[in-house]
């Protein structure tokens, strides 16, 4: 069973913000639960360094591009060694390689009689590294804007390849119809669905005002369209032309996690590319909602770029990776907010799950000497709180598997919920009270796996939090799929340690909103 997950690769114009972040967040929570279930997983994430927005970006800087890719990259580097991200090869567009193999690529797209010669008149969008037509941009007098991100466009007009791509319109079609899921959420299949049915110009992929790119193979003078060039990273990572092993055990992608505003070049222009050489095309694309801040959407040019380090240095990574899962619904649009995250720290995490732990380990360590007691007869209420297990762990596989992300995360804190409801209704401090040490044991050793249980399903979310745990109540196994699959995993006799809270409560008084 193998699983291959991918992020975009982020452009080195500006440093990693918390928008690249998410979605490496997201993929790295996917790649982690899937190697839990016991797949092979090769997750790949790293650097769009081409094209013009990058060039302009060096220049300004008044620095070589290639010396200001190594810095900016090495910055994305250190970001995910910070965030914990379990990436499993980075790639630089500017590598060897790579820069080989996308010539291969292109040269063989010509070979296969799908790239022509032909003047381009048109605009571009630097920021967006975009061709539109004239009927696409929006006029405002005699200025014209990008219909993305409603910056100015420039007019070109050069002689540049063409790829045929108008001749995918239909093979596409075909493929949308034989793969409903191809492109999710279903509303932004819609969307894709939208444009092929209006039909489909071919593509300039080429470009000569300017030189920093990879050369045409056969025509040195030509660059290759800094998209084509980023797209090819999907393969050119796994092997294609330099590893056939390789390739052919990874190729097709399981999923090409994206950003919604990118979604025509992976849904539309990517499989038009692979159809072209004879490649598979990759099972799904996601294309997963922005983040915005106070209603806009995150940039370095309007200043509201947030570097996640600031939060995870305030909150911890554990935390930002559950706000950021948790309060924003996976697949839409959602504010970034501070008072949000503390909300969710404070209710969530602290409240809901770290005092649950807490008390259960309080009364194991009074009542049992730091012991799991062994439980016994079952009764009341606890065959409930195992159908409640597991009926949510069904649903978490479910969903998780769907990428339904944060209805993942709701499913285990309504779980949560019944925990406490389950350690408040069967009052183990009466219990002790009482001296009913038989019952007392079976309720906190109940308990107990079923916190067990939440700190294997949120490993993937939270795997710092989860490991504490783990510690916590001596499991010292590799945690995998069967841990969840059967209940009564803690070994009864073994320590469990009743240690500092596992989130620490902020005051909302104490906290300064960026
Ligand atoms: O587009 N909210 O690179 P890029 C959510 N190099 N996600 C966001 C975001 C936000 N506000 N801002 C950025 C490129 N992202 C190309 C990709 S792939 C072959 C080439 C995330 O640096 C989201 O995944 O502009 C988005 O698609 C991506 O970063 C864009 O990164």
Same mark, same amino acid.
């Given at each position: ?30 790649? =982690?639960?899937? @190697? ?11 650097? *769009? ?24 990259? +090495? ?16 790639? =630089?567009?500017?590598?060897? &390689?790579? &820069? ?10 010509? +070979?296969?009689?799908?790239?022509? /010669? ?23 007098? +005699? ?37 409903? *899921? ?23 992929? #080429?470009?000569? #005002? ?16 800094? !998209? ?15 590893? *056939?092993?390789?390739? %052919?055990? !990874? ?8 950003? /919604?505003?990118?979604? @025509?070049?992976?849904?539309?222009? !990517? ?20 983040? #915005? ?23 911890? %990574? ?10 924003? &619904? ?9 008072? @949000? $995250?503390?909300?969710?720290? %404070? ?15 309080? &009364? ?39 990428? =339904?992300? #944060?209805?993942? $995360?709701?499913?285990? !804190? ?9 350690? %408040? *209704? ?6 002790? /009270? ?36 783990? =510690? ?8 995998? /799929? ?33």
């Amino acid at each position: 069973m193998k699983f291959y997950i991918t992020t975009p690769i982020y452009y080195v114009n500006s440093e990693p913000h918390i928008g690249s972040a998410y979605t490496t967040i997201v993929a790295d929570i996917i790649a =982690r639960y899937k @190697r839990f279930m016991g797949y092979d997983v090769f997750f790949l994430t790293g650097t *769009d360094e081409h094209g013009q927005k990058v060039l302009q970006a060096a220049q300004q800087a008044g620095k070589d591009p290639q010396e200001f890719c190594d810095e900016l990259a +090495e910055k994305f580097k250190q970001l995910w060694k910070e965030l914990k991200i379990t990436n499993d090869y980075f790639i =630089r567009t500017t590598d060897e &390689m790579h &820069m080989k193999t996308v010539q291969e690529f292109v040269a063989k797209m010509k +070979e296969n009689g799908d790239v022509y /010669k032909g003047i381009y008149k048109g605009w571009y969008c630097v920021p967006c590294e975009t061709f539109w037509n004239e009927d696409e941009v929006i006029k405002e007098g +005699e200025e014209h804007f990008c219909p993305e991100c409603k910056r100015p466009v420039k007019w070109v007009e050069e002689e540049n390849y063409f790829f045929r791509l108008s001749k995918y319109r239909d093979p596409l079609l075909k493929y949308y119809e034989e793969h409903p *899921d191809f492109v999710e959420p279903d509303f932004r299949r819609n969307e894709m669905l939208k444009i092929l049915e209006g039909g489909l110009k071919d593509l300039s992929i #080429t470009r000569t #005002t300017f030189k920093w790119g990879v050369p045409m193979k056969d025509d040195p003078e030509h660059v290759i369209y800094v !998209w084509v060039d980023a797209l090819i990273n999907y393969i050119s990572a796994i092997g294609y032309g330099w590893n *056939d092993e390789m390739f %052919n055990k !990874w190729w097709p992608a399981d999923l090409h996690l994206i950003g /919604k505003e990118i979604n @025509r070049f992976h849904s539309i222009i !990517w499989p038009a590319m692979l159809m072209s050489v004879g490649l598979p095309l990759p099972k799904k694309v996601f294309a997963h909602g922005w983040l #915005t801040v106070n209603g806009q959407k995150i940039s370095k040019s309007l200043g509201n770029a947030i570097d996640p380090r600031f939060f995870v240095k305030r909150y911890g %990574n554990d935390v930002v990776r559950y706000y950021l899962i948790r309060d924003i &619904m996976f697949g839409k649009d959602g504010d970034f907010s501070e008072e @949000r $995250l503390v909300h969710r720290l %404070n209710s969530d995490l602290a409240n809901d799950y770290g005092n649950l732990l807490h008390r259960i380990t309080a &009364m194991i360590k009074k009542y049992f000497n730091g012991r799991l007691p062994s439980p016994s007869a079952q009764e009341g209420l606890d065959s409930w709180l195992k159908e409640r297990f597991f009926e949510t762990k069904d649903a978490y596989h479910e969903l998780m598997d769907s990428y =339904r992300l #944060t209805e993942a $995360l709701d499913k285990i !804190w309504e779980f949560i919920a019944d925990v406490n409801k389950y350690f %408040n *209704d069967t009052k183990p401090w009466i219990l002790g /009270k009482e001296g009913n040490m038989e019952r007392l044991g079976t309720v906190l050793y109940n308990s107990l796996e079923a916190v067990f249980k939440v700190a294997l399903m949120t490993l993937p979310v939270m795997p710092d939090t989860s490991k504490e745990v783990f =510690r916590r109540v001596s499991f010292e196994e590799k945690p995998s /799929k069967e841990h969840l699959e059967n209940w009564g995993v803690l070994k009864s006799g073994s320590t469990v340690i009743h240690g500092e809270p596992l989130f620490r409560k902020i005051d909302a008084k104490d906290f300064k909103k960026v």
